[in-house]
């Protein structure tokens, strides 16, 4: 398999990807010319790897968020198309298997580094302030399983701090506040 040769549009927004996640201090690599993955820190979400793909037109950015649901499959994906009408520059979709990413398209000419900054905020607050709910919706009978397995064995719960309030009170998770 041969390297792509990049365009000089190209090259300026591998350059501009190279410069932001250097400034920001990132965890990235350029795996193939013009492909770059990239690791966001977050808090709930303690980690988002993204892949960053310079295209022949447009910058594209896809971000794992989460696998795929072990219940209320239907729930989960409704309340991801909803959240999607309030986001900048990504969406929720899902793969062939049903995982749960945050995709995205830039054009190239729009490729600066305060676009680009935006964007990893953009991916960086979405998959951070969606994942606890992601979990409450589609994985809560794993998490109380967890949660009741932990304690009857005297062992911390302190990842699942999150979700004590209905884990407590032997009840369903809360529906989604937006």
Same mark, same amino acid.
């Given at each position: ?25 990132? $965890? ?45 499959? $239907? ?39 305060? $676009? ?19 979990? $409450? ?42």
């Amino acid at each position: 398999m041969t390297e792509k040769t990049l365009t000089g549009t190209q090259r300026d927004a591998a350059a501009t990807l190279r410069e932001v996640f250097d400034a920001h201090e990132l $965890e990235w690599r350029e795996i193939s010319q013009g492909v770059f993955t990239v690791v966001l820190p977050g808090e709930k979400k303690l980690q988002t790897p993204c892949r960053f793909d310079v295209g022949e037109h447009a910058l594209g950015v896809h971000a794992f968020v989460a696998r795929r649901p072990d219940e209320n499959h $239907e729930r989960v994906y409704r309340w991801l198309l909803e959240r999607n009408l309030k986001l900048y520059g990504v969406a929720f979709a899902v793969d062939h298997m049903g995982d749960i990413y945050l995709d995205g398209r830039l054009p190239l000419s729009s490729v600066t580094p305060d $676009e680009v900054d935006r964007l990893l905020g953009a991916v960086l607050t979405y998959a951070d302030e969606s994942f606890n709910t992601i979990l $409450e919706l589609g994985f809560a009978t794993s998490i109380r399983r967890e949660w009741e397995w932990r304690r009857s064995r005297g062992e911390s719960t302190r990842n699942l701090e999150a979700f004590r309030g209905w884990l407590e009170k032997d009840r369903p998770p809360p529906p989604p506040a937006d």
